[in-house]
């Protein structure tokens, strides 16, 4: 599986951006995908995560309202859409698939995915 992750850039403070993940190789509807990110001297934190097929649907409590996570099968594409984004929201982002068999309804740790993207950056200037 492999993943790529682009549309990252520079916005301002209470603008919008959409990232994009590309998936190829065996992805079914089971599979779960993520977005972390991480900025600079952070941990990588968990910030939404849905299963391919379009349901499971998680966000982290500090986007909660703000970012919205969708899946197009047919596609095998899934977008973080970023509105109304903030200063503290600036990191790397990566997508990630999670291919193990899935027997909970939520994942938000980084080591219970498998493969992760080349991550997109996002720059919010206040």
């Known amino acids: 599986v492999q993943l790529q992750a682009c549309g990252g850039g520079l916005v301002q403070a209470g603008d919008a951006l959409r990232l994009s993940c590309a998936a190829s190789g065996r992805i079914f509807s089971a599979h779960r995908m993520a977005w972390f990110r991480q900025a600079p001297g952070k941990e990588r934190e968990f910030v939404a995560g849905i299963r391919w097929s379009g349901d499971r649907i998680i966000y982290a409590d500090s986007v909660k309202g703000r970012f919205t996570v969708s899946a197009d099968n047919a596609k095998n594409t899934i977008w973080l859409q970023m509105n109304s984004l903030k200063p503290e929201d600036m990191a790397v982002y990566y997508c990630?698939?999670?291919?193990?068999?899935?027997?909970?309804?939520?994942?938000?740790?980084?080591?219970?995915?498998?493969?992760w993207g080349q991550g997109t950056l996002v720059t919010v200037s206040s």
């Open positions: 990630a698939i999670r291919i193990r068999t899935s027997t909970r309804a939520y994942y938000t740790a980084a080591d219970e995915y498998d493969y």
